[in-house]
C-alpha cells in the first residue's frame, strides 16, 4: 500500500504524517482517524501495508471496540514493527476490552508476529488497570517484543508481580516503561526479584511518579533499600552486556 493510495482510502484522515525511514519503509502518524470509523478502515487494509514499519495511532479516541477491530486487522500484517496505541481506550471498561487485549496477545504469541515495540500507555480517561494483567502473563511465551510501555494503566501491584513474573522467563524483552501505575513497596520489590537471574541487560526507566508517593509515605525507607538494590542489579546487567559486545 503505497502513501497516494493509503490516502486515497483514507479522504477523512487529517494530519497524517510519513517520515521516510528508506526508499521501501516509512513512520505513519496518524491524528484524528475519527475513532472507531477509522479503525475499521485501517483494520480492512492492514494485510495490505507493505511499505510502513512504524504506526503511531496515539490519542485518537479509537475505544474499546475500535481497538478490537485494529488488533484483529492487524494481525494479517507483516510489516509493522513498531506501534503505538496509546491513551485510546474508553474511559469505562466495556466488553470490548478484554476481547481487544485477548486478541493482542495471541497476535503476539503468533509465528507470524513481527511486532517489536509495543506502546499502549494509559491516561486519566483511559486506563486498562487490573485487566491488563492476562496480556501480561501471556507474553511470558513472546520472542519478538523488545520494548514494551505499559504506563499510565494503573495496575496496582497484581499488574506489576504479573510483569515481574514475565520478566523471569522472556528473554527478548530489554526495555520496559511502567510508570505511573501505582506500584507499590509489594510491587518494586517483586522487581528487584525478577531481576536477579535475568542475563540479559533490562532497560527500566525511573518509575518517578510511583516513587514520589511512596517517599510521601511511611514506607520511604523500606522503598530506597529497595531501589538500592534493583539500581546495583541493573547495572550489573549493563556491565555483563559491554564485556558481551
Known amino acids: 500500500l503505497t502513501h497516494s493510495h493509503f490516502l486515497t482510502h483514507s479522504?477523512?484522515?487529517t494530519h497524517s504524517h510519513f517520515l521516510t525511514?528508506?526508499?521501501k519503509k516509512l513512520y505513519l502518524i496518524i491524528r484524528y482517524i475519527r475513532g472507531l470509523e477509522g479503525a475499521k478502515?485501517?483494520?480492512s487494509v492492514a494485510s495490505n501495508i507493505k511499505h510502513i514499519s512504524?504506526?503511531?495511532l496515539s490519542?485518537?479516541?479509537?475505544?474499546?471496540?475500535?481497538?478490537a477491530i485494529l488488533f484483529e486487522g492487524l494481525c494479517n500484517n507483516t510489516t509493522i514493527t513498531d506501534l503505538r496505541v496509546n491513551r485510546n481506550f474508553n474511559d469505562r471498561n466495556s466488553k470490548f476490552r478484554q476481547q481487544a487485549l485477548k486478541t493482542l496477545a495471541q497476535h503476539l504469541l503468533s509465528g507470524s508476529c513481527v511486532l517489536e515495540v509495543l506502546h499502549m500507555r494509559g491516561g486519566s480517561a483511559c486506563r486498562l488497570k487490573e485487566l491488563i494483567v492476562p496480556f501480561l502473563k501471556s507474553l511470558a511465551s513472546n520472542t519478538t517484543l523488545t520494548e514494551l510501555d505499559v504506563s499510565g494503566n494503573h495496575m496496582g501491584n497484581l499488574g506489576i508481580i504479573t510483569l515481574?513474573?514475565?520478566l523471569e522467563v522472556n528473554n527478548s524483552l530489554s526495555t520496559v516503561i511502567l510508570d505511573?501505575?501505582?506500584i507499590g513497596i509489594v510491587g518494586f520489590q517483586n522487581l528487584k526479584d525478577s531481576l536477579k537471574s535475568k542475563k540479559k541487560v533490562v532497560s527500566l526507566p525511573i518509575p518517578f511518579l510511583d516513587i514520589q508517593k511512596l517517599m510521601n509515605s511511611s514506607q520511604a525507607?523500606?522503598?530506597?533499600?529497595?531501589?538500592t538494590k534493583l539500581d546495583f542489579q541493573l547495572h550489573g546487567l549493563a556491565k555483563k552486556r559491554r564485556k558481551n559486545v
Open 180 to 182: 505511573d501505575n501505582l
Open 41 to 43: 478502515l485501517l483494520a
Open 59 to 67: 490519542d485518537n479516541n479509537i475505544g474499546d471496540h475500535g481497538m
Open 54 to 56: 512504524k504506526l503511531d
Open 21 to 23: 525511514l528508506s526508499k
Open 221 to 227: 525507607d523500606e522503598l530506597c533499600k529497595i531501589l
Open 164 to 166: 515481574a513474573k514475565t
Open 11 to 13: 479522504h477523512f484522515l
